[in-house]
């Protein structure tokens, strides 16, 4: 049990995706220019990266270890990845309309998004068994979520913001991006 | 454009990380070392040559290119995870610390928006040889942009530069001159986002000023 509160948190704060890892940079940039936006590919990039992860870890476990063809991985993953977001736009869809309307335009760039890719293969690398793959990434994806959040608020009000010339857009936003990664590199400490 | 034209559009005028910011994952990631940006570059370098060279090989043939365009994103997606397979596969054999140092990344230079970016908006429209030209521009000013970031981040973090393996270039003594010690603070994961936005505003402001001029010379000859 320690074990997987501590993985819990480890995901959530101390090895958060972006301010640590610097995975989904991209979305982390580019969507976080609002907080509904923010919010809107923070859940599609939770939802696609949980059920990626599942399906990675069971057929690298179960299928590519059995065959002994570890090498296909990297193509395998991100296969998977690509069809499971066309799935999960297609079922979205289908199912409810408004939260397409709501995620619509995120989905397809989650094939892209690295965090995905990354924490798929990040599970396979560090060993977690099944419950430990779920734990980690639902953790990572909250963290995602929750630095999204933060980031896209500080973002609403820089735009307000007299910034220098030389400094508008994305330089300002990675310099208020280590001010908060320094933040978090310290909660690190707790555990 | 000309051939000359395509292969050095990459390095400055439409550099892919400072102009464009594609690619920002790994150039964050792997900038503590001048050896790991370079490692990363020459995987890079590898993937995105063979990769436009192939994809515009399929595209410049009417008949297969007919028949991929509408799946033309799997496939590219295809081509490269294999070309990074490989490059994975090579790293792994011969240079194992760096495989080891690149960690996560070497994998995940599949989904390199600068990749799958040149694919569809170069290869995809031009012809092998010219693509290949401009994927050696690309990876070259990708590599030289991540090495410019790993050079200030590992200077000020640890006063040295690491070229390849021992190849250790210590500039301690301009520390110990000025009697301060490094920032550690910048081979951290603040460093790399503090570091990226200075220069990035640095080289905007530098890019501002050249307009200014230009704008100026512009009004005095007419």
């Known amino acids: ?26 979305p982390f940039l580019g969507v976080s220019k609002k907080r509904s936006s923010a919010l809107g590919m923070g859940f599609a990039v939770l939802f696609v990266m949980l059920i990626s992860s599942m399906v990675t870890y069971v057929l690298y476990r179960y299928v590519l270890e059995t065959l002994n063809i570890e090498y296909m991985r990297t193509i395998v993953f991100i296969l998977v990845i690509a069809s499971l977001v066309q799935m999960v736009e297609t079922f979205i869809k289908k199912v409810s309309p408004a939260l397409y309307k709501a995620l619509g335009i995120y989905l397809p760039l989650i094939t892209t998004n690295c965090a995905v890719l990354g924490v798929a ?19 990572i994806g909250l963290g995602f979520i929750f630095v999204m959040f933060i980031f896209s608020m500080l973002r609403e009000k820089i735009n307000n913001a007299p910034v220098p010339k030389a400094f508008q857009g994305i330089p300002i936003a990675l310099v208020v991006a280590a001010i908060l990664a320094i933040l978090f590199s310290r909660f690190g400490g707790i555990i | 454009m000309t051939k000359k034209e395509n292969l050095l559009k990459g390095l400055v005028k439409e550099n892919p990380l400072f102009v464009s910011v594609l690619g920002m994952c790994p150039s964050l990631a792997v900038t ?67 495989y080891n140092a690149l960690g996560v990344f070497i994998p995940l230079i599949v989904v390199n928006c600068i990749i799958l970016g040149r694919a569809e908006a170069f290869a995809s429209e031009n012809k092998p040889v010219d693509s290949v030209l401009d994927g050696i521009g690309m990876a070259l000013g990708f590599t030289a942009a991540i090495s410019l970031i790993s050079i200030f981040r ?69």
């Open chain 1, 1 to 26: 049990m320690d074990k997987i509160i501590a993985l819990a948190f480890a995901g959530f704060i101390a090895e958060n995706v972006i301010l640590s890892q610097f995975l989904g940079i991209c």
């Open chain 2, 154 to 222: 590992e200077f000020i973090g640890k006063g040295t530069i690491t070229v390849w393996g021992d190849a250790v270039l210590n500039l301690k003594f301009i520390f110990n001159f000025l009697n301060i010690e490094p920032i550690s603070m910048f081979v951290q994961p603040v460093g790399a986002f503090l570091s990226f936005g200075l220069i990035l505003a640095t080289l905007t402001a530098i890019g501002n000023k050249r307009k200014e001029k230009m704008a100026k010379g512009v009004k005095a000859n007419g």
């Open chain 1, 121 to 139: 293969i990040l599970n396979i690398s560090k060993d977690h068994n099944f419950l430990g793959t779920v734990v980690y990434t639902t953790a």
């Open chain 2, 32 to 98: 503590t070392s001048l050896e790991n940006a370079l490692g990363m570059g020459i995987g890079v370098f590898f993937v995105l040559v063979l990769s436009n060279f192939t994809v515009s090989l399929i595209m410049s043939s009417p008949k297969l290119a007919e028949l991929v365009k509408p799946v033309r994103i799997p496939v590219y997606i295809v081509i490269i995870a294999t070309l990074v397979s490989v490059v994975e596969m090579l790293m792994h054999a011969f240079l194992i610390d760096l």
